[in-house]
């Protein structure tokens, strides 16, 4: 199978820009979450879709959205940028069935706001 | 909500058998206790997981105490290449429950 794929893997934005980033399930995984990783805050959870319904969320602010296709690739947008939003973004999808999972993660894109 | 804490940094050398520790305090009933290796600009790879005892499989092992408030994961005959970050991450996967990835633990192995 193939694995999770995000695309883009690099970007490169201005403050105020508004971003959306893509990512691709393992194929016949229905559950998709969203990661911010920044050297200063680590790897921190953004928000899980499953079957296009946002099932968990963490703390991030309103700027941070994303959504669910039926065939589970999700998207990621970050509105209204700011330069602490430099980080690399990072996807895992998991099957999403209940108990014990495992998260498999793609590559990042990695987003550079100046 | 569970967090975790790690040792930020740990060093090894080659062929030795390493131990990182991750302290989960508030860890929740329905929780999950996993570990996964990250290199850089890579996304993170899962090792192993358990809910408690021990738990083995080709890489590494992962030692859940009785009162599962910490985990351990031993890494048995280190080499260069499992220079890495090592996170420990604790969450179930019902609604509402939330995923925390700890500090993570930087391993550097020496030749």
């Known amino acids: 199978k193939a694995g999770v794929t995000q695309t883009p893997r690099y970007l490169i934005k201005t403050r105020g820009q508004q971003v959306t980033l893509s990512c691709s399930p393992i194929s016949g995984h229905r559950s998709v979450s969203w990661y911010q990783q920044t050297p200063g805050q680590g790897l921190q959870f953004l928000f899980e879709?499953?079957?296009?319904?946002?099932?968990n969320k963490g703390n991030f602010p309103g700027r941070f959205s994303g959504r669910q296709f039926s065939n589970s690739r999700s998207e990621m947008n970050v509105s209204t940028l700011e330069l602490g939003d430099s980080a690399l973004y990072l996807c895992?999808?998991?099957?999403?069935?209940?108990?014990?999972?495992?998260?498999?993660f793609g590559p990042g894109t990695r987003l550079l706001v100046l | 909500l569970a967090k975790t804490t790690q040792p930020i940094s740990m060093d090894s050398y080659e062929g030795q058998e390493v131990n990182i520790t991750c302290s989960h305090n508030?860890?929740?009933?329905?929780?999950?206790i996993t570990w996964y290796q990250q290199f850089p600009s890579q996304g993170p790879r899962f090792i192993i997981q358990?809910?408690?005892t021990k738990v083995t499989n080709e890489v590494a092992s992962l030692f859940i105490p009785a009162d599962r408030k910490s985990s351990t994961l031993s890494l048995p005959r280190v080499s260069l290449s499992d220079t890495a970050v090592y996170y420990c991450?604790?969450?179930?996967?019902?609604?509402?429950?939330?995923?925390?990835f700890g500090t993570g633990t930087s391993l550097t192995v020496i030749p």
């Open positions: 358990g809910y408690k």
């Open positions: 879709y499953f079957s296009e319904t946002q099932r």
């Open positions: 895992a999808s998991s099957s999403g069935d209940s108990g014990p999972e495992t998260q498999y």
């Open positions: 991450l604790v969450g179930g996967w019902n609604t509402g429950n939330q995923f925390y």
């Open positions: 508030n860890i929740a009933t329905n929780d999950y």
